[in-house]
């Protein structure tokens, strides 16, 4: 007589069984990926408006001309584009430059549309 070779109903429904737990266990550290990717996009937000403040502040230091920022809000016509993109704003903060050299502030930045996250970046004022 032939040997029959496989699996049990049993072992087939206790692989199936430990699947299920696996995937209950797994699914909620995936569903909460929306708020960890929120604030890594505020936080690039804030790296190119501080990257764009001290770029706009190194070149009023080497040829004298820059565009103005004396407040934070003003800080958004440093990106590409001249403006944040939808579903930023910046708190508004006064800067206030000296005569001679600069004045930084922490500036805040928010993601207005759900799920919403804040950061900060530094603004360096400028008024050529």
């Known amino acids: 007589m032939k040997q029959q070779r496989g699996f049990t109903l049993i072992e087939l429904v206790m692989v199936i069984v430990i699947l ?34 001290a770029i706009n502040y190194a070149q009023f230091t080497a040829k004298g001309t820059a565009t103005s920022v004396q407040n934070c809000t003003e800080a958004a016509a440093l990106l590409q ?32 549309t759900s799920p919403a996250a804040t950061t900060t970046f530094t603004a360096i004022a400028v008024a050529p």
Do not use: H, M, W
């Open 81 to 112: 584009g001249g403006a944040l993109p939808s579903g930023y704003a910046i708190t508004s903060a006064a800067l206030s430059p000296l005569t001679t050299g600069s004045v930084t502030t922490t500036c805040e930045v928010a993601k207005t």
């Open 20 to 53: 299920g737990i696996l995937a209950a266990v797994a699914i909620p550290r995936f569903v909460d990926l929306r708020g960890d990717a929120a604030v890594a996009a505020t936080q690039g937000v804030a790296g190119a408006l501080s990257s764009g403040s």
